[in-house]
């Protein structure tokens, strides 16, 4: 009896654990690297931004956006050496900021509007990095 416990038991382990190894598996390029880990904090603070422009809630804007400002100082560091990247950085700090004054002269159009840009700039910069350069040479990573 005690056996079968025992056995039904690890299945059920096998089981629960089975997904968590398989969402591991690296999905196409995309590398779990500590710039991953960044990237899905962004999400995160979208999202954020997202929720607060959807309640009016100006702190709980201005708080993700503050983090998301943080976050990207540490990332200017570590690709320092790419022009581009720096460019397309400048184009998502500068919505960013936006975000963060309209946010705290709590003008909700504003904050919308500089959210948009703030996404244009999270799709701009990624096109950048996947597209080959237009001299043939190799995609900036
Ligand atoms: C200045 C460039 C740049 C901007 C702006 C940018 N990203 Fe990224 N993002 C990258 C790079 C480089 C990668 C791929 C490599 C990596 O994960 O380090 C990436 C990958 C990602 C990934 C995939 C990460 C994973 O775990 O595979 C997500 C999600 C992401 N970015 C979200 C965002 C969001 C949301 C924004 C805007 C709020 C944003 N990014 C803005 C450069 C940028």
Request: aromatic fraction near 6%.
């Amino acid at each position: 009896m005690k056996r079968i416990a025992i056995v039904l038991g690890s299945l059920a382990a096998a089981v629960l654990v089975m997904p968590l190894l398989a969402a591991q598996e690296p999905k196409g390029e995309a590398k779990p690297d500590d710039t991953s880990f960044w990237m899905r904090k962004k999400l995160e603070y979208s999202g954020r931004i997202l929720e607060g422009l959807s309640k009016e809630d100006y702190e709980g804007i201005g708080k993700a956006a503050r983090s998301m400002r943080a976050l990207t100082h540490m990332e200017r560091w570590v690709r320092a050496g790419m022009p581009e990247y720096r460019t397309q950085l400048r184009n998502f700090e500068r919505a960013n900021d936006q975000l963060i004054r309209h946010a705290d002269e709590e003008q909700l159009d504003g904050a919308a509007l500089a959210y948009v840009q703030l996404t244009l700039s999270c799709v701009d910069c990624h096109k950048v990095i996947r597209a080959p350069a237009p001299d043939g040479a190799a995609p900036k990573k």
